[in-house]
């Protein structure tokens, strides 16, 4: 097997990020029922009622910097993107516990063994499937599981995803984030996706998209329509470990890459 490249950028602070995420192989059809065939697409004035509602908490300030992951030096954006993602639909469902859990755990399950990135869809499954342990027990730099405690597989059954959806279209994103749901999606990550305007808003980049993030809120600023952008590189990425996104982040991204909302877990409410 050939090796695969992956595309790295250095941030603004000088560390190496390896951009792992893959596009899937061609004629790739999403085996999760889609957003759309299961939750009614909103209007856009529903859209705008909820992004408006008085009681609704903006989730950069039910989530703060504490909930931001750090995948540092590996191409595992997929792994943490889903795990970020999980450990707010459990805490949105009522388990409270704020436990951060593992994105390496996840990559460990669909890296081949090599540090080769992977496809969104991948990460998802396994998600569903395997679920993921505690961060504690397998932190950033053990993607391999020879390196993992015994522990960490049953942890991982406790956390699973229950119903993830693939999302289909522009409509069918926005109204997943105006309900409440996290989307797991690819961007595009390059000079501009690590400057941030005077609003917190990040510039687009050209390419089919080479990183995996989830985004958890839909939001207006400015006049604009954006969307609160989640990212794995720690808090001083962006506004504590954040970016608010257009659109055109996601021109060249959706449709090449499935996007995914996460509306649930296996677990209990406490």
């Known amino acids: 097997m050939a090796d695969i490249e992956i595309d790295q950028i250095v941030d603004q602070e000088g560390l190496v990020r390896r951009l792992g995420s893959l596009l899937p192989q061609q004629g790739f059809v999403s085996s999760f029922n889609t957003f759309e065939a299961e939750h009614p697409v909103w209007e856009d004035d529903q859209i705008l009622r909820a992004i408006k509602d008085a009681n609704r908490t903006p989730r950069r300030v039910l989530f703060l910097v504490y909930w931001i992951l750090n995948q540092l030096s590996h191409g595992s954006c997929n792994g943490f993107a889903g795990a970020g993602a999980l450990q707010k639909a459990r805490y949105l469902r009522g388990i409270l516990d704020k436990l951060l859990l593992s994105g390496a755990f996840v990559y460990s399950k669909i890296n081949g063994g090599r540090d080769n990135g992977s496809a969104l869809e991948d990460g998802l499954k396994t998600i569903q499937i395997d679920g993921t342990c505690p961060q504690v027990l397998v932190p950033w730099n053990m993607i391999y599981p020879n390196q993992q405690p015994k522990t960490a597989v049953a942890e991982a059954k406790k956390h699973r995803g229950l119903a993830a959806y693939a999302v289909q279209t522009k409509q069918g994103f926005r109204t ?22 005077s609003h917190g808003i990040a510039g687009s980049d050209n390419g089919q998209g080479n990183h995996a ?22 808090a ?29 877990t296996f677990e209990s409410e406490v």
């Open 176 to 197: 997943a984030l105006a309900a409440g749901f996290p989307v797991i999606v690819a961007v595009h990550a390059g000079r501009n996706f690590q400057t941030l305007n």
């Open 213 to 234: 993030t989830h985004c958890d809120d839909i939001c207006i600023i400015n006049g604009k329509e954006v969307y609160d952008n989640v990212n794995s590189w720690g």
């Open 236 to 264: 001083n990425y962006g506004t504590e470990g954040r970016a608010y996104l257009t659109w055109d982040s996601f021109e060249q991204t959706f449709g090449r890459h499935t996007f995914y909302a996460i509306a649930s």
